[in-house]
């Protein structure tokens, strides 16, 4: 049964919502400690990786470390940092703050992944959480799908073709379509006509200008890295434990791919969700919307939650983007009581079953609750 927008009390709810975030105070260097004690998990998993991905078959437990590692990169530092959640914690270092992270040369150190961070940070901090579940979203789904969707194909082979995409989403959709909204702000800004879709053959080709930028800004140098740098440091114990590293490496990739398809993609989808065709008018709208159009997974502790890349907190999120991520620990039972006060649907279910609504979902066997006016 879908939600009757209009007699939520708006206005009650943006005070509910705010009191949320006095209550649970400025971020303090506790919560930086936490940061970098996740930090920590992350490292630790990549270098054990690497520790036993020379060694056949011990290197498939390593690529699974790897995986994790990189994902806890991506979803556990990245993520929080570039959105400014640590940046008025008290003396914190630059590179823990937005202007400072992944930042020119940092990017190698900070954040060195197929995607660009500063794209990344456009698409995602800006155009996504701004305009969620709209059609100016670049992550809606239900669009972004419309051609599989809507297409003649037998719904097993829909599904075959998801299962390939979800291994390697990052290269053939993030990655381009990221840098895609960046070259469309830019030539905005300069009066420039803007592109409709990054699988045009220009957006690819090196020898075009959008295309160029994808591979020398994106692929090369993390292909260089993850590739052939750091499986030619094994070269020492032989060319075999360079071929079982790189083995691993590529392994690692598509467990990446796998893994922050399952954790980012059904925060946002499923037939009990919703999408809108106007853009919202006042915070209390954008707080309903976050709301309306975002769900959790199970929550805590700790370590359940670094799996999750704390995207299990999605709608405590969506609702305060800049926020450290213990915080949104702290917050998840009284927004949970603030959803039930409000007679609003506070959705939270295991990652799989999201999983299952998703595909169902990106296939077209389901569609997206809608609202068309508020």
């Known amino acids: 049964m879908q939600l009757n927008y209009s007699q939520v009390d708006q206005g009650q709810l943006t005070n509910d919502i705010d009191d949320i975030k006095?209550?649970?105070?400025?971020?303090?260097?506790?919560?930086?400690?936490?940061?970098?004690?996740?930090?920590?998990?992350?490292?630790?998993?990549?270098?054990?990786?690497?520790?036993?991905?020379?060694?056949?078959?011990?290197?498939?437990?390593?690529?699974?470390?790897?995986?994790?590692?990189n994902i806890s990169r991506w979803a556990n530092v990245a993520h929080p940092v570039m959105h400014g959640a640590y940046d008025k914690v008290p003396g914190i270092p630059k590179r823990y703050t937005r202007k400072g992270f992944a930042r020119g040369?940092?990017?190698?150190?900070?954040?060195?992944?197929?995607?660009?961070?500063?794209?990344?940070?456009?698409?995602?901090?800006?155009?996504?959480?701004?305009?969620?579940?709209?059609?100016?979203?670049p992550d809606n789904i239900e669009i972004n799908l419309e051609w599989l969707r809507n297409s003649n194909l037998p719904m097993w082979m829909r599904y075959l073709i998801i299962m390939i995409f979800a291994?390697?989403?990052?290269?053939?959709?993030?990655?381009?379509?990221?840098?895609?909204?960046?070259a469309n702000a830019e030539r905005r800004?300069?009066?420039?006509?803007?592109?409709?879709?990054?699988?045009?053959?220009?957006?690819?080709s090196p020898f075009a200008a959008d295309g160029f930028r994808l591979w020398t800004r994106n692929f090369l140098p993390y292909i260089t890295f993850r590739f052939v740098l750091l499986?030619?440091?094994?070269?020492?114990?032989?060319?075999?434990?360079?071929?079982?590293v790189l083995l691993a490496s590529l392994l690692a990739e598509l467990f990446a791919n796998l893994h922050s398809f399952l954790v980012i993609i059904p925060n946002h989808s499923g037939d009990d969700i919703y999408r809108f065709e106007q853009p919202s008018n006042s915070r209390g709208e954008f707080y309903l919307r976050q709301i309306m159009g975002t769900?959790?997974?199970?929550?805590?502790?700790?370590?359940?939650?670094?799996?999750?890349?704390?995207?299990?907190?999605?709608v405590e999120h969506h609702l305060f983007p800049s926020l450290p991520l213990n915080h949104y620990q702290e917050m998840q039972p009284i927004v949970k009581q603030v959803c039930e006060k409000h007679n609003l649907p506070y959705r939270q279910e295991n990652v799989f079953i999201r999983l299952r609504k998703t595909l169902d979902l990106m296939v077209g066997k389901t569609n997206l609750l809608?609202?068309?006016?508020a």
């Open 105 to 137: 040369w940092r990017r190698a150190i900070d954040w060195l992944d197929w995607i660009e961070p500063a794209a990344w940070d456009h698409e995602h901090n800006k155009l996504h959480h701004y305009n969620l579940g709209e059609e100016a979203d």
């Open 189 to 204: 800004r300069h009066g420039e006509p803007e592109v409709d879709t990054f699988l045009r053959l220009d957006a690819w």
């Open 370 to 373: 809608v609202i068309k006016h």
């Open 22 to 69: 006095k209550t649970i105070g400025k971020p303090t260097i506790e919560d930086f400690k936490h940061l970098k004690k996740v930090e920590f998990w992350g490292r630790f998993a990549a270098v054990l990786g690497y520790s036993m991905a020379w060694i056949f078959p011990l290197n498939i437990l390593g690529a699974l470390l790897i995986s994790i590692g």
């Open 167 to 182: 291994g390697i989403w990052k290269i053939v959709y993030y990655a381009p379509n990221t840098l895609k909204m960046t």
């Open 231 to 244: 499986p030619m440091l094994f070269l020492p114990l032989g060319w075999e434990a360079v071929t079982n």
């Open 295 to 314: 769900v959790n997974y199970k929550t805590g502790p700790n370590h359940t939650d670094f799996l999750h890349g704390w995207l299990n907190y999605q």
